[in-house]
């Protein structure tokens, strides 16, 4: 569930004045995520140590925030440098 997310922002004005504006948006659905992590952690740990290939979504957010993206084998092959062979016959 998405809450407000309440922003101050304060700036110099060019007479040298300190304006103070209030802004209140929701938040997304990546920030809930963050939010309810266990500071950044969630089930990282868990979800590392099992033996399944991927993440759950949440994780995989997670891991996005720590600098960390994971690929889909579709596009990993896709990706992939195609292998040749070169083939001599020796006489």
């Given amino acids: 569930?998405?809450?407000p997310v309440r922003f101050v922002i304060i700036s110099h004005t060019t007479m040298g004045e300190i304006d103070?504006?209030?802004v209140?948006?929701?938040e997304t659905a990546?920030?809930?995520?963050?939010?309810?992590?266990?500071?950044?952690r969630g089930s990282l740990?868990?979800?590392l140590d099992?033996?399944?290939a991927s993440v759950s979504n949440d994780a995989e957010q997670l891991l996005k925030f720590h600098g960390i993206y994971s690929r889909t084998t579709e596009t990993f092959v896709a990706s992939a440098p195609s292998i040749t062979r070169?083939?001599?016959?020796s006489s």
């Fill in 1 to 3: 569930m998405t809450k």
């Fill in 20 to 22: 103070v504006t209030t």
């Fill in 24 to 26: 209140t948006k929701q």
């Fill in 30 to 40: 990546v920030e809930e995520i963050k939010r309810s992590s266990n500071f950044l």
């Fill in 45 to 47: 740990s868990e979800e």
């Fill in 50 to 52: 099992s033996d399944v």
């Fill in 86 to 89: 070169n083939s001599t016959t």
